[in-house]
């Protein structure tokens, strides 16, 4: 009698280091953002926003510098961001058309134009007109624009720099 060995054997100490390599991960990434630690949600910051909580969003498609973003809800202070480009900060005015849809007691909608040090906020909740923002008071180069949500619903807005 010949004793004959498993050639699966391999694969199956592979398999199991392998998802215990990830459960570890997994556990690790976790307990990371549980405690916040090394997760940027301050809205002025001029590097990216983290956000811990959830959107309910139709669409959301920057295209030929058009940030177009359409969403039913999101989580309480919850910030949506795009990166867009000034070519020509004297001339150039940020086009904003935005409505909200549901607007409950206490619920705003800020829009933040964020580039190094300086951090601009404007209540765009109830605009009765597209707003124009002129962009002298930044510089040529990226610009951080961000939609942070506070309790608005059923929301539509195009914006883009011209």
Known sequence: MVKQGTHHLNFMV???VS???MLVCLTGFI???VTGNGINTNVTSNDRIWNLGAINMNYNTYLDNVW???FRSASEGFVKEQNMTVTD???QLLYADISCGTVPDGA???LWLVQGDIAKSIDVTNL???LKYP???FENGKIHVRLQVNGVENTVSEIRIQ
Do not use: K
């Open 19 to 21: 998802m215990v390599l």
């Open 108 to 110: 705003t909608l800020i």
């Open 31 to 33: 307990s990371h953002a």
């Open 14 to 16: 592979a398999g199991i």
């Open 135 to 137: 962009l002298n008071e």
């Open 89 to 91: 900060a004297d001339t």
């Open 128 to 130: 009765s007109e597209p």
């Open 68 to 70: 177009n973003l359409d």
